[in-house]
């Protein structure tokens, strides 16, 4: 009797290791219920209304941010996309929103509970990342490429770096103003506008590959020959998805 006791006894933190095993998986990434996360209650009105021209919840499904991953959204400004994606990526995740230079809005913004996984980046657009950000899940690049063609940017060496600081299967989302295929990179200070052929040949160029698109801010009406921020109809906007083999 007593040495049965003894063996149940050895037994019981064996059993209580293995129960804990099957009550606690191990995380995986998943993907977010994105509509849900938009109805949260502490998003503002401000960021609801530009809701209305972004379509978040559809920018998020073609970016595809899951739980845990790490982020890099670039040309942060003050902090739109960059919340998206910490939301999206939640406490387990890490996002980190460039600048080239200091953004009061952004500061501002980091200090809401949403912006607990962020971390500001202040670096070149052609040096986003430096030696301390590696590894990423995913990077974004909303409605800012277009700005690289008109400043002191290197976009050779910015599509460079966005490539090196992705893991293997790692994706880059862009999502900009369309400008007519002939304008190609030289209507970004004028129009606020880039071809998209013209962006996914240099983007292609760094060694990504071109693996979607998404239609939900094209608008064949525009004639995409007005600056963004007064045209009489709304923008013709691209989004597209590259990988890194």
Same mark, same amino acid.
């Given at each position: ?10 037994? &019981?933190? %064996?059993?209580?290791?293995? /129960?804990?095993?099957? &009550? ?11 509509? #849900?996360? =938009? #109805? +949260? @209650?502490? %998003? ?18 073609? +970016?595809? @941010? ?7 959204? =670039? ?9 998206? =994606? ?20 952004? +500061?501002? %913004? ?12 202040? %670096? ?31 976009? #050779? ?17 862009? #999502? ?36 979607? /698109? ?25 989004? &597209? ?5």
């Amino acid at each position: 009797m007593l040495t049965a006791c003894l063996h149940r006894a050895r037994a &019981l933190p %064996r059993l209580l290791a293995l /129960s804990l095993l099957v &009550l606690a998986p191990a995380t995986v990434a998943r993907a977010q219920d994105y509509a #849900a996360l =938009m #109805a +949260a @209650p502490d %998003r503002t009105d401000a960021d609801r209304q530009t809701d209305k021209r972004r379509d978040p919840v559809q920018l998020l499904t073609a +970016a595809g @941010p899951k739980t845990g991953w790490k982020v890099l959204d =670039m040309g942060a400004g003050a902090g739109y996309s960059t919340e998206l =994606m910490a939301r999206s990526v939640g406490p387990t995740g890490k996002v980190y929103g460039q600048n080239d230079k200091d953004s009061e809005k952004f +500061a501002a %913004r980091l200090k809401t509970p949403a912006m607990a996984n962020v971390t500001p980046v202040v %670096r070149p657009f052609d040096d986003p990342a430096g030696a301390d950000i590696h590894d990423l899940d995913l990077i974004t690049f909303f409605f800012a490429y277009h700005d690289t063609t008109y400043m002191e940017v290197d976009r #050779a060496k910015m599509n460079k770096a966005m490539f090196n600081a992705l893991k293997s299967g790692g994706f880059l989302v862009i #999502a900009d103003h369309s400008a007519k295929p002939e304008d190609g990179a030289t209507v970004g200070k004028t129009y606020h506008r880039i071809a998209e052929a013209t962006l996914k040949q240099e983007v292609e160029a760094a060694g990504f590959k071109l693996v979607g /698109s998404a239609d939900f801010l094209r608008h064949p009406e525009d004639t995409r020959t007005n600056v963004v921020f007064r045209n009489p109809t709304p923008v013709d906007e691209f989004v &597209l998805r590259f990988q890194k083999p």
